[in-house]
């Protein structure tokens, strides 16, 4: 077992892990952040998207020690201050980015580091960035949308499909 | 996944001791030994992060010379190599931006998959391997299909390469892995050419000579027609079969040529 010390959401989290733990099972089962899914396991997915260091990465497909000292944001660090949805949650919920909800928090995720690097990106650079997140409802559409929409970019011109 | 104890080593030296330690094995980005490890395809005693190992990270640039860390991420290769476009752009088209961000040049080059796009880069620029030993001519690096020439512990802790005066990579992209189903990569170097395939042969990464020789005497996509290759040797599997995969080298030689 190894002592791992991380900052989460903002919080110093710390806990005993194996080195077989993941980073994806260090925040959903020793900190009870259960936002992050697990989808596939396969990394395939991108469910469990969180951010270490400011960059997007698949927790399922990374040690928990690997991130001792790191920065983390999961989804529930998304939210305003107050509790109320970030932009980019507040558009999933306007422009209906879900569907049954379990590929959200990834979605989410992945289009925050991509806004933070492009903020103005094109339907085509969006779903590009996307590649790695995968719905299994097929809600892509909408998804797009509501990246578009978080973004400051008009969403009209995106033709339903 | 079986248990095991995971070091993380600051320097080269300390990662090279750790890994001389029955049953210790080298972790790099982790996106593919990862999920081997969950098949418990692997059950290594110790894992030695080479994550944390500053001097095997980044890019230095001088002249023609490029030399990259090997524990360097894809997504820093995509951002830091515009002075060999065409491997920042395969850096930046390997798997998907969150594997990018964790994914390294020296375990890509390290685990040899035979459909990864990185040996095509290296075996088709000329590049030199760096270990924590010697250095290692990519002609003499990749040995066959998940196997290379390193030796047991070694560590690649620099790639380098020489910016040629064209070059690109064309890659036909398998959708659901994200590897290519067959990626062709073309350097031109003053009078020689490099053609270096990945994806298609049960051998893993190759030169295709004959076309090498066609684009030195006129680099341009006409120079290959009526050039083939045989689908015997090729991986055949449902995405498509030997004889397509060879029939495709030569259209994905072509795109490169014409994008150099």
Known sequence: MSQVSMTVNGKVATGEVEGRTLLVEFLRENLGLTGTHVGCDTS???????????????????????????EVITIEGMAAEDGTLGTIQQAFQDYHGLQCGFCTPGMVMTA????????????????????GNICRCTGYHNIVRAIMAASGQDVSGIAAE | MYEFDIERPASIVAAAKALNAEGAQALGGGQTLI???????????????????AEMQGINASGNDLSIGGGTTHADVAAGAGAYPALAALAGNIGDPAVRNRGTIGGSLANNDPSADYPAAVLGSEAIVRTNLREIAADNFFDGMFATTLREGEIITRVDFVVPEKAA????????????????????????????????????????????????????????????????????????????????????????????
């Not at chain 1, 925050?112 to 996307?130: F, H, M, T, V």
């Not at chain 2, 999920?35 to 190992?53: E, N, Y």
């Open chain 1, 44 to 70: 395939q997915c991108g469910a469990c998207v969180v951010h270490v260091n400011g960059r997007d990465v698949k927790s399922c497909t990374m040690f928990a020690v690997e991130a001792d000292g790191a």
């Open chain 2, 35 to 53: 999920p081997s490890l969950k098949q418990r395809l692997d059950q290594p005693a110790t894992l030695v992060c080479l994550g944390g190992i």
């Open chain 1, 112 to 131: 925050a580091s991509l806004l933070a690097a492009n903020p103005k990106p094109s339907e085509a650079e969006i779903r590009a960035y996307l590649e």
């Open chain 2, 169 to 260: 990579y064309a890659k036909f992209d398998q959708p659901a892995s994200r590897f290519a189903l067959v990626g062709v990569f073309v350097a031109q170097y003053g009078d020689h050419v490099r053609v270096a395939v990945t994806g298609a042969s049960e051998g893993g990464v190759f030169r295709w000579a004959e076309a090498e020789a066609a684009l030195a005497a006129d680099f341009s996509p006409a120079a290959l027609e009526g050039l083939s290759l045989s689908g015997d040797g090729m991986i055949s599997d449902l995405h498509g079969s030997g004889d397509y995969r060879a029939h495709l080298v030569g259209v994905m030689a072509k795109r490169a040529v014409a994008a150099a």
